[in-house]
Protein backbone atom coordinates (compact mmCIF):
# COMPACT_ATOMS: atom_id res chain seq x y z
CA UNK A 1 0.00 0.00 0.00
CA UNK A 2 1.60 3.12 -1.02
CA UNK A 3 0.94 5.96 0.94
CA UNK A 4 0.44 8.19 -1.90
CA UNK A 5 -1.21 7.63 -4.56
CA UNK A 6 -0.91 9.72 -8.15
CA UNK A 7 -3.64 9.10 -11.01
CA UNK A 8 -3.69 8.82 -13.76
CA UNK A 9 -0.52 6.61 -14.36
CA UNK A 10 -0.31 7.56 -17.73
CA UNK A 11 -1.89 10.17 -19.64
CA UNK A 12 -1.41 11.01 -23.46
CA UNK A 13 -3.27 14.24 -24.77
CA UNK A 14 -3.29 16.98 -27.16
CA UNK A 15 -1.42 20.12 -27.36
CA UNK A 16 -3.86 22.97 -26.46
CA UNK A 17 -5.88 20.92 -23.84
CA UNK A 18 -5.97 20.94 -20.73
CA UNK A 19 -5.85 18.38 -18.15
CA UNK A 20 -5.60 17.56 -14.23
CA UNK A 21 -3.77 14.90 -12.32
CA UNK A 22 -3.97 13.90 -8.66
CA UNK A 23 -2.00 13.34 -5.65
CA UNK A 24 -4.13 11.25 -2.61
CA UNK A 25 -3.44 9.45 0.67
CA UNK A 26 -5.36 8.96 3.87
CA UNK A 27 -2.81 10.27 5.93
CA UNK A 28 -2.60 14.15 6.54
CA UNK A 29 0.32 15.46 5.45
CA UNK A 30 1.94 18.89 6.81
CA UNK A 31 3.32 19.72 3.11
CA UNK A 32 3.57 18.15 0.07
CA UNK A 33 5.74 19.07 -3.05
CA UNK A 34 5.26 18.86 -6.75
CA UNK A 35 8.11 17.57 -9.12
CA UNK A 36 8.62 17.11 -12.63
CA UNK A 37 11.57 14.78 -14.45
CA UNK A 38 12.15 14.88 -17.47
CA UNK A 39 13.41 11.96 -19.67
CA UNK A 40 17.62 11.39 -18.70
CA UNK A 41 17.18 13.88 -16.27
CA UNK A 42 16.64 14.16 -11.97
CA UNK A 43 13.18 15.45 -10.89
CA UNK A 44 12.90 18.83 -10.25
CA UNK A 45 11.13 20.95 -8.04
CA UNK A 46 7.99 22.68 -9.42
CA UNK A 47 6.42 23.99 -6.30
CA UNK A 48 5.77 23.07 -2.37
CA UNK A 49 2.17 23.41 -0.75
CA UNK A 50 1.59 23.76 2.86
CA UNK A 51 -1.53 25.25 3.83
CA UNK A 52 -4.83 23.69 3.58
CA UNK A 53 -6.97 24.75 0.77
CA UNK A 54 -3.83 26.61 -0.93
CA UNK A 55 -3.37 27.20 -4.38
CA UNK A 56 0.04 28.33 -5.94
CA UNK A 57 -0.06 29.39 -9.67
CA UNK A 58 3.18 28.89 -11.97
CA UNK A 59 2.66 29.92 -15.16
CA UNK A 60 0.13 27.70 -16.42
CA UNK A 61 0.09 25.16 -13.76
CA UNK A 62 -2.40 25.59 -11.06
CA UNK A 63 -1.31 23.84 -7.57
CA UNK A 64 -3.92 23.32 -5.05
CA UNK A 65 -3.36 21.54 -1.24
CA UNK A 66 -6.45 19.85 -0.04
CA UNK A 67 -8.88 21.73 2.91
CA UNK A 68 -7.88 18.17 5.04
CA UNK A 69 -3.89 18.50 3.81
CA UNK A 70 -4.55 14.76 2.48
CA UNK A 71 -4.66 15.30 -1.29
CA UNK A 72 -3.60 17.42 -3.81
CA UNK A 73 -4.18 18.35 -7.91
CA UNK A 74 -2.11 19.86 -10.41
CA UNK A 75 -4.11 21.64 -13.17
CA UNK A 76 -2.52 22.41 -16.69
CA UNK A 77 -3.84 24.63 -18.96
CA UNK A 78 -3.39 24.54 -22.73
CA UNK A 79 -0.97 22.08 -22.23
CA UNK A 80 2.69 22.17 -24.45
CA UNK A 81 4.65 19.56 -25.72
CA UNK A 82 7.21 21.31 -22.84
CA UNK A 83 5.39 19.99 -20.24
CA UNK A 84 5.90 15.89 -21.46
CA UNK A 85 7.41 14.36 -17.98
CA UNK A 86 6.95 12.62 -15.05
CA UNK A 87 5.29 14.36 -12.68
CA UNK A 88 5.63 13.15 -8.78
CA UNK A 89 4.16 14.60 -5.63
CA UNK A 90 5.96 14.24 -2.09
CA UNK A 91 5.77 14.79 1.55
CA UNK A 92 7.48 14.13 4.70
CA UNK A 93 6.36 11.81 6.88
CA UNK A 94 6.73 13.64 9.99
CA UNK A 95 6.43 17.27 10.14
CA UNK A 96 10.26 18.31 9.77
CA UNK A 97 10.90 15.03 8.63
CA UNK A 98 13.72 14.57 5.72
CA UNK A 99 12.21 11.32 4.57
CA UNK A 100 10.12 11.83 1.95
CA UNK A 101 7.43 9.52 0.68
CA UNK A 102 7.13 9.44 -3.35
CA UNK A 103 3.38 8.57 -5.44
CA UNK A 104 4.49 6.36 -7.98
CA UNK A 105 4.23 9.52 -10.47
CA UNK A 106 1.71 10.23 -13.28
CA UNK A 107 3.37 10.14 -16.94
CA UNK A 108 2.47 12.99 -19.11
CA UNK A 109 2.66 12.97 -22.73
CA UNK A 110 2.14 16.01 -24.82
CA UNK A 111 1.18 15.65 -28.56
CA UNK A 112 2.16 18.09 -30.81
CA UNK B 1 23.50 22.92 -15.36
CA UNK B 2 21.35 20.87 -11.71
CA UNK B 3 24.20 21.71 -8.96
CA UNK B 4 24.14 18.30 -8.32
CA UNK B 5 26.83 16.19 -10.50
CA UNK B 6 26.91 12.72 -10.81
CA UNK B 7 28.69 10.41 -12.28
CA UNK B 8 29.04 7.71 -14.35
CA UNK B 9 25.49 8.63 -15.79
CA UNK B 10 25.90 4.94 -17.19
CA UNK B 11 27.17 1.54 -15.67
CA UNK B 12 26.83 -1.80 -16.84
CA UNK B 13 28.07 -4.77 -14.54
CA UNK B 14 28.89 -8.07 -13.61
CA UNK B 15 27.38 -9.72 -9.99
CA UNK B 16 30.69 -10.00 -9.19
CA UNK B 17 32.06 -6.52 -9.95
CA UNK B 18 32.74 -3.69 -7.30
CA UNK B 19 31.77 -0.52 -8.74
CA UNK B 20 31.36 3.43 -7.08
CA UNK B 21 28.87 6.20 -7.99
CA UNK B 22 29.58 9.58 -7.61
CA UNK B 23 27.93 12.33 -6.41
CA UNK B 24 29.19 16.17 -5.79
CA UNK B 25 26.75 19.36 -4.93
CA UNK B 26 28.17 23.03 -5.31
CA UNK B 27 25.13 24.56 -3.64
CA UNK B 28 25.98 24.77 -0.26
CA UNK B 29 23.84 22.32 1.22
CA UNK B 30 24.26 20.32 4.19
CA UNK B 31 21.94 17.17 3.54
CA UNK B 32 22.76 14.36 1.11
CA UNK B 33 20.75 11.54 0.06
CA UNK B 34 20.62 8.33 -2.31
CA UNK B 35 17.54 7.28 -3.93
CA UNK B 36 16.59 4.22 -5.82
CA UNK B 37 14.12 4.33 -9.08
CA UNK B 38 13.05 1.40 -10.11
CA UNK B 39 10.18 1.10 -13.37
CA UNK B 40 6.24 1.53 -12.11
CA UNK B 41 7.37 1.89 -8.07
CA UNK B 42 7.71 5.52 -6.48
CA UNK B 43 11.10 6.67 -5.80
CA UNK B 44 13.05 4.75 -2.54
CA UNK B 45 14.96 6.42 -0.31
CA UNK B 46 17.99 4.49 0.62
CA UNK B 47 20.45 6.73 2.78
CA UNK B 48 20.56 10.11 4.08
CA UNK B 49 23.88 11.60 5.54
CA UNK B 50 23.55 15.34 7.53
CA UNK B 51 27.00 17.03 7.88
CA UNK B 52 28.81 13.99 6.80
CA UNK B 53 26.84 11.39 9.28
CA UNK B 54 24.69 8.81 8.54
CA UNK B 55 20.92 9.56 10.03
CA UNK B 56 19.15 7.28 7.64
CA UNK B 57 19.43 3.70 6.59
CA UNK B 58 16.08 2.85 4.87
CA UNK B 59 17.06 -1.29 5.35
CA UNK B 60 19.04 -1.11 2.74
CA UNK B 61 21.20 -4.24 1.61
CA UNK B 62 25.03 -4.53 2.64
CA UNK B 63 25.96 -5.01 -0.82
CA UNK B 64 24.79 -1.27 -1.02
CA UNK B 65 27.82 0.79 0.93
CA UNK B 66 27.60 4.83 1.20
CA UNK B 67 30.50 6.80 1.57
CA UNK B 68 30.34 10.34 2.59
CA UNK B 69 33.63 12.32 3.34
CA UNK B 70 32.49 15.68 3.10
CA UNK B 71 29.15 17.83 2.70
CA UNK B 72 29.67 18.20 -0.89
CA UNK B 73 30.85 14.33 -2.34
CA UNK B 74 28.73 11.43 -2.03
CA UNK B 75 29.90 7.70 -2.87
CA UNK B 76 27.56 4.28 -3.30
CA UNK B 77 29.99 1.62 -3.44
CA UNK B 78 28.49 -1.49 -5.08
CA UNK B 79 29.55 -5.26 -4.49
CA UNK B 80 28.15 -8.55 -5.44
CA UNK B 81 25.01 -6.56 -7.06
CA UNK B 82 21.56 -8.89 -7.99
CA UNK B 83 19.85 -7.98 -11.76
CA UNK B 84 16.88 -6.79 -9.12
CA UNK B 85 19.35 -3.96 -8.35
CA UNK B 86 19.08 -2.58 -11.57
CA UNK B 87 17.86 0.82 -11.57
CA UNK B 88 18.09 4.77 -12.03
CA UNK B 89 20.09 6.10 -8.80
CA UNK B 90 19.47 9.18 -8.02
CA UNK B 91 21.87 11.58 -5.28
CA UNK B 92 20.11 14.24 -4.13
CA UNK B 93 20.33 17.43 -1.51
CA UNK B 94 19.57 19.87 0.85
CA UNK B 95 19.44 22.35 3.35
CA UNK B 96 18.84 20.76 6.60
CA UNK B 97 14.82 21.09 7.17
CA UNK B 98 13.03 23.70 7.97
CA UNK B 99 9.53 22.35 8.97
CA UNK B 100 9.80 20.33 6.35
CA UNK B 101 9.62 22.35 3.35
CA UNK B 102 13.24 21.81 2.50
CA UNK B 103 13.22 21.00 -0.84
CA UNK B 104 15.64 18.31 -2.66
CA UNK B 105 17.85 18.69 -5.66
CA UNK B 106 18.20 16.10 -8.03
CA UNK B 107 21.30 15.22 -9.87
CA UNK B 108 20.81 13.47 -13.26
CA UNK B 109 20.79 9.61 -11.90
CA UNK B 110 23.28 7.03 -12.85
CA UNK B 111 21.27 4.27 -14.57
CA UNK B 112 22.58 1.23 -13.81
CA UNK B 113 22.44 -2.28 -15.14
CA UNK B 114 23.13 -5.17 -13.38
CA UNK B 115 23.97 -7.84 -15.75
Redesign the interface.
Known sequence: T?L?EQSPQFLSIQEGENLTVYCNSSSVF??L?W?RQEP??????LV?V?TGGEVKKLKRLTFQFGDARKDSSLHITAAQPGDTGLY?C?G?L????????????TRLTINP | E?G?TQTPRHLVMGMTNKKSLKCEQHLGHN?M?WYKQSA????E?MF?Y?FKEQ??N?SVPSRFSPECPNSSHLFLHLHTLQPEDSALY?C?S?L??????????????TRLTVT
Do not use: M, R
Open positions: QLSSQYGEGPVLTVLAPIQGAQKLVFGQG | TVAYKKPLLVNTENLASPPSGGNSPLHFGNG
